[in-house]
T-cell receptor
Framework: AQKITQTQPGMFVQEKEAVTLDCTYD???????LFWYKQPSSGEMIFLIY??????QNATEGRYSLNFQKARKSANLVISASQLGDSAMYFC?????????????FGAGTRLFVKA | DAMVIQNPRYQVTQFGKPVTLSCSQT?????MYWYQQKSSQAPKLLFH???????NEADTPDNFQSRRPNTSFCFLDIRSPGLGDAAMYLC???????????????FGAGTRLSVL
């Protein structure tokens, strides 16, 4: 079964608007970490934001915030005030703290296109 | 300044001709990873080193080997590249494995391998 699901293969957003990229996950481990990475066309994966399963507040990093809904097992990435440079592939990932070894599992990704 | 450096950025090799990809890091991280990423897919973990301790993923073909002579450097050796091995190869590091937050991974720009 898929542990990380990103249901949006592609998304379009107008420059300066906010956009939400969806991510749902599946785990029975009470301890886990959720990560979002950005991959521009150049290829480098860039870490954006981290949320621990025991964190009480949603993570924020500048224009990025993570809408963490634990009961629904969702960890959506919200990008505020989109910029042209935000056009890229975005991957949601998870690592389980007690099971699954040391492996970080990546979703299939969402390609974001920012329109001028 | 780049903290995880991969060389070369592009590599062309012939079918069956051994090839080595290199990765270096200035972060002094304990863990180094090698991922294979095919077009429009999620990265697939091949193996990782925790210090000098090598951990191979169960489904990584024997054709893929790795060496970590010191903390800073890690190499990916493909002994007999096939056409199916053409992909982007990503190197990543993380500080440690003992907590989820320390498992944030920092990636290099990748090496795109073509097999003729």
């Amino acid at each position: 079964a898929q542990k990380i699901t990103q249901t949006q293969p592609g998304m379009f957003v107008q420059e300066k608007e906010a956009v939400t990229l969806d991510c749902t996950y599946d785990t029975s481990d009470p301890s886990y970490g959720l990560f979002w990475y950005k991959q521009p066309s150049s290829g480098e994966m860039i870490f954006l934001i981290y949320q621990g399963s025991y964190d009480q507040q949603n993570a924020t990093e500048g224009r990025y915030s993570l809408n963490f809904q634990k009961a629904r097992k969702s960890a959506n990435l919200v990008i505020s005030a989109s910029q042209l440079g935000d056009s890229a592939m975005y991957f949601c990932a998870m690592r389980e703290g007690n099971t699954g070894g040391f492996k970080t599992i990546f979703g299939a990704g969402t390609r974001l296109f920012v329109k001028a | 300044d780049a903290m995880v450096i991969q060389n070369p950025r592009y590599q062309v090799t012939q079918f069956g001709k051994p090839v080595t990809l290199s990765c270096s890091q200035t972060l002094n991280h304990n863990v180094m990873y090698w991922y294979q990423q095919k077009s429009s897919q999620a990265p697939k973990l091949l193996f990782h080193y925790y210090d000098k301790d090598f951990n191979n993923e169960a489904d990584t073909p024997d054709n893929f080997q790795s060496r970590r002579p010191n903390t800073s450097f890690c190499f990916l050796d493909i002994r007999s590249p096939g056409l199916g091995d053409a992909a982007m190869y990503l190197c990543a590091t993380s500080r440690d494995l003992d907590s989820l937050a320390k498992n944030i991974q920092y990636f290099g720009a990748g090496t795109r391998l073509s097999v003729l």
